[in-house]
């Protein structure tokens, strides 16, 4: 691979990286181990570069870090604890917000938790269509099933989600 092979790479590739650490994340369900991941498919994405064809390059990506990971649960059948994933930030609140900010803490990691516990099927294609925003055609390509396969595994996931959400709610009420 020459260095303007390289630059190509980098310049078409590596833009997606936030995602693909994304994706992995909430279907390996642990920091450590999506980083892993997420290093062995941009090697292989690398590796492979020239196979690529001027496609969407964030859907190439994101299909080759959902085999990494599906490689990796396979090989690593020992199931950790979830961890939740919540983003800290650090910044200066005014203290009137600060009894919101918690309830919107609270709520986000709630629902990371619901998606953590969906099976995989249904939770790749919730982060792959609310989190990282692609078309179902898109996640079609990248998780290798027909759209209404894709469409019915939505639905489910969905129904799942509020299901839990509003049993959630009757227990706080």
């Known amino acids: 691979m020459g260095q303007r092979d390289v630059e190509r790479f980098e310049r078409i590739v590596l833009p997606h990286l936030d995602d693909a650490y994304t994706l992995a994340r909430y279907l390996l369900r642990d920091e450590h181990d999506a980083q892993d991941a997420v290093q062995d498919a941009v090697l292989r994405a690398l590796r492979y570069f020239d196979g690529y064809r001027e496609g969407d390059a ?61 099976p995989t099927e249904f939770r790749e294609v919730i982060v792959l269509r609310e989190v990282e925003g692609l078309s179902y055609k898109e996640i079609s390509d990248v998780i290798g099933a027909p759209i209404g396969t894709v469409m019915s595994r939505l639905a489910r996931a969905r129904k799942r989600l509020a299901s839990a959400l509003r049993i959630d709610a009757k227990e706080a009420g």
């Open 58 to 118: 964030r859907a190439w990506l994101l299909t080759i870090v959902r085999n990494c990971c599906l490689t990796w649960q396979r090989r690593d059948r020992i199931r950790r604890a979830s961890i939740p994933f919540v983003e800290e930030t650090v910044e200066a609140v005014d203290p009137r917000e600060t009894d919101a900010l918690a309830i919107e803490r609270s709520d986000r990691a709630a629902l990371e938790r619901l998606i953590a516990s969906l």
